[in-house]
Nanobody
Framework: QVQLEESGGGSVQTGGSLSLSCVASHKTSAMGWFRQAPGKEREAVAGISMAGTEEYADSVKSRFRISRDNAKNTLFLQMSSLKPEDTGVYYC??????????????????WGQGTQVTVSS
């Protein structure tokens, strides 16, 4: 069982920046960020392999940057040029699923509790 604990998030105005972190109790091959807005399904934001290969949802490309520190089992998400539509609960995910892209929910078995990100206009 992998436990995940997110930190960061908060409230910011349009165009601002925020950073999220997630500490995992064990290593997994893939780690990712997903988000869920009120009344909507959980959607992928970005994922990263242990080797550092990154994948992003089209909606966040060029604005968000995912990274990980394998020595510390820590995942990061740097968010910039934030928009109101980026508002939601952001979840850290970890897993070893084979045959799925890193922004496919099916790759992940473990999920954090989530942290709120609110972008106001």
């Amino acid at each position: 069982q992998v436990q995940l604990e997110e930190s960061g998030g908060g409230s910011v105005q349009t165009g601002g920046s925020l950073s999220l972190s997630c500490v995992a109790s064990h290593k997994t091959s893939a780690m990712g960020w997903f988000r869920q807005a009120p009344g909507k399904e959980r959607e992928a934001v970005a994922g990263i392999s242990m080797a550092g290969t990154e994948e992003y949802a089209d909606s966040v490309k060029s604005r968000f940057r995912i990274s990980r520190d394998n020595a510390k089992n820590t995942l990061f998400l740097q968010m910039s040029s934030l928009k109101p539509e980026d508002t939601g609960v952001y979840y850290c995910a970890a897993g070893d699923g084979v045959g799925y892209s890193m922004i496919d929910k099916r790759k992940y078995d473990y999920w954090g509790q989530g942290t709120q990100v609110t972008v106001s206009s």
